[in-house]
């Protein structure tokens, strides 16, 4: 019978992976690689001896809080902790343990699909298996690596895994892992351009570099001879999004304060009168946004393209007018959150242009597409922003965080952020810029190493074969999808991004094949809920996503929509083959196995109906797979 469930297990994608590497993005020529530091073999050893507190994350670690000794699951002592002697680590141990931790890193990319995607983990697994109070002398490196390894990796969701498609990419490669090292190294905090000049040099230069990839308009440029405009890198299109509408509120109370029927009102009663728009489809961040700078924000239906279109926008905006109100702020979306639907900006640019009102487009993800010309139809109308963010660390291979902003009037943006203490001024400060005025820290990162070396390292020829292998990997996906006449495809697939859900099915069974799916740690998908309709993301977020990952993704979810369908079936078939609410002696049986439905036993589980209550129903082998992962654990782990 196990051989049966096993075979099952492979049909899904659910055995055991192959030890076959996945090729990490590199720009350099392949170096063989050489094992894990010294402490794999002592890992390996303490994985073994944990591997029933992996499977129980709540249960207690193993460590014992006295003597500062390690003692393993079965009750004795494994070795002592390791106590560095040394105190701080010297350049020669740093040379030494950084090698091994590059090494460590790579062999981490190599083997990602070894691992699980999703960790088998609850909530407050780590504090029991780490000591109650910090260690009171320096332990070695090697115990904490080992640490890392058993406690740490365990509880990763790991967003660079091949089979990871949830959210949007996580952007990674080794130049920009490498450029985060020196801009760690060199430690600096480039507030302003006295503090690091190289840092704010580089970071307007790259900007220039980047707003030209993806064609901005030149009134966005740093370097446009008479412009006003330039760039920021910000830690997030939150960021982004905040700071812009910052921007646009004090040049609206400006604007308010110097008409003559204003004079004397308070800032805080002016502020009351301001109203800010964005579509129900805008990310969370926007209305985010609107709480912090204490606006009103009107949330407004997408059309039936999941976009914000200039009709329904200007009747909201005159509506306001109409009220005495005063709309300052629109915010628009190119590649929303949910299935990446573009907001009609050619149309709703003339209606912001019209009403003199600020136009925030926000192309966190999307944007970087730009960068290929065949992608910018899309960002059609961008001449009538105001200011524009997109994010290289979602997908232009530099690391979080690194996002990119531009606006057409920087000093509109920084009269609203510019607070300016003798103990920050410098001699230069009229003849340079210093960012600090254009963010909301104070304190910033060295960010433009990052997207400087990766940049350099492909090239914009590289960078937009990469972009376009993701979308059309997306489209192989979509069609092999489409292969199948249960599903739909929701939204036009304009980028790496599918969306899809069981054709004419409800809500609940589309929910319930996304959560089976992801339970199983091998696939992983985030929903959205677009015109109140269930939808299943899929996004093509590795870089070293291949043909073969979209084949697995599109036969395991459609095995587990034949599962969850078939499952379906058959609780139909049970109620109406024996109300809930007839009770026969037989039924004794069924509730001493299932009593409590938070706690099904192996062989019965209870079965929500939205029509007549709760049933028990015999668990099939499949059942229990997709309900119980502890039966998955147990048949991929004979």
Not at 83 to 98: I, L
Request: aromatic fraction near 8%; charge should be negative.
């Amino acid at each position: 019978m196990e051989k049966i469930f096993h075979s099952a297990l492979k049909r899904l994608g659910l055995a055991r992976p192959s030890t076959t590497k996945a090729v990490a993005p590199s720009t350099a020529a392949e170096v063989p690689r050489e094992d894990l530091p010294d402490f794999s073999a002592l890992v390996a050893e303490e994985r073994r001896r944990i591997e029933a507190l992996n499977t129980t994350p709540e249960s207690s670690s193993g460590f014992e809080e006295d003597e500062d000794t390690y003692v393993g699951t079965d009750g004795e002592e494994d070795k002592q902790r390791h106590v560095s002697q040394s105190g701080p680590m010297t350049s020669d141990e740093f040379r030494m343990r950084a090698k091994d931790l590059v090494e460590y890193m790579a062999n981490y990319l190599d083997q990602l699909s070894d691992r699980r995607v999703t960790p088998a983990v609850k909530p407050g697994y780590l504090r029991p298996r780490l000591p109650e109070d910090p260690p009171m002398q320096g332990e070695s490196w090697d115990r904490i690596m080992l640490d890392v390894d058993l406690h740490i990796m365990t509880g990763m969701t790991h967003w660079q895994h091949p089979r990871f498609h949830a959210y949007f990419p996580a952007g990674n490669s080794y130049p920009s892992i490498m450029a985060g090292m020196l801009s760690d190294a060199i430690g600096c905090v480039g507030f302003s351009w006295a503090a690091s000049p190289a840092c704010t040099e580089l970071e307007t230069i790259v900007l220039d570099w980047l707003g030209r990839m993806v064609d901005l308009p030149k009134k966005f440029l740093p370097f446009t001879p008479g412009g006003a405009g330039g760039g920021v890198l910000q830690g997030s299109a939150s960021e982004c999004i905040l700071v812009s509408l910052l921007a646009a509120r004090l040049t609206a109370v400006r604007e308010l304060e110097s008409k003559s029927e204003n004079k004397g009102i308070d800032r805080r009663m002016l502020l009351t009168k301001l109203r800010a728009y964005c579509s129900d489809e805008a990310h969370s961040s926007v209305q985010k946004a609107a709480m912090i700078a204490l606006v009103e924000i009107r949330i407004i239906p997408v059309d039936d393209k999941y976009g914000l279109n200039s009709v329904t926008l200007a009747e909201y905006i005159q509506k306001d007018r109409d009220a005495g109100l005063v709309p300052f702020f629109v915010s628009t979306t190119l590649g929303t959150t949910g299935c990446c639907a573009f907001d009609a900006l050619d149309e709703i640019g003339p209606v912001c242009e019209r009403e003199g009102i600020w136009l925030h487009v926000d192309a966190a993800y999307a944007g970087n597409s730009f960068i290929c010309p065949e992608q910018r139809h899309l960002m059609k109308g961008i001449e009538y922003a105001s200011s524009f963010n997109l994010n290289p660390n979602k997908w232009m291979l530099v690391n979080f965080d690194c996002s990119a902003m531009w606006v057409a009037d920087r000093v509109k943006l920084t009269d609203a952020l510019t607070v300016d203490p003798l103990y920050l001024q410098h001699d230069y400060s009229n003849r340079s810029i210093d960012y600090r005025n254009w963010s909301i820290p104070l304190s910033r990162r060295f960010r433009s190493l990052k997207l400087w070396f990766v940049i350099r390292s492909y090239g914009v020829e590289g960078l937009q074969q990469y972009i376009r292998e993701h979308i059309r990997l997306a489209k192989v996906f979509e069609s092999k999808m489409r292969e199948d006449s249960r599903f739909e495809i929701v939204h036009t697939v304009n980028t790496g991004l599918v969306c899809f859900r069981l054709k004419g099915a409800e809500n609940s069974l589309n929910e319930r094949l996304l959560s089976s799916i992801n339970e199983t740690g091998h696939l992983h998908m985030v929903p959205a809920m677009l015109k109140k309709r269930y939808t299943i993301r899929f996004c093509v977020c590795s870089p070293t996503a291949t043909e073969e990952d979209m084949e697995h993704a599109s036969a395991t979810i459609k095995e587990w929509a034949t599962v969850i369908t078939e499952m379906d079936e058959m609780e139909d078939a049970v109620q109406e083959l024996r109300p809930t609410n007839s009770k026969t002696e037989s039924d004794s049986s069924l509730d001493q196995a299932g009593s409590d439905p938070d706690e099904p036993s192996d062989n019965f589980c209870v079965v929500q109906t939205t029509r007549k209550g709760s049933i028990f129903v015999p668990r099939t082998p499949f059942a229990r797979l997709v309900s119980d992962p502890e039966y998955y654990r147990r048949l991929s782990n004979p």
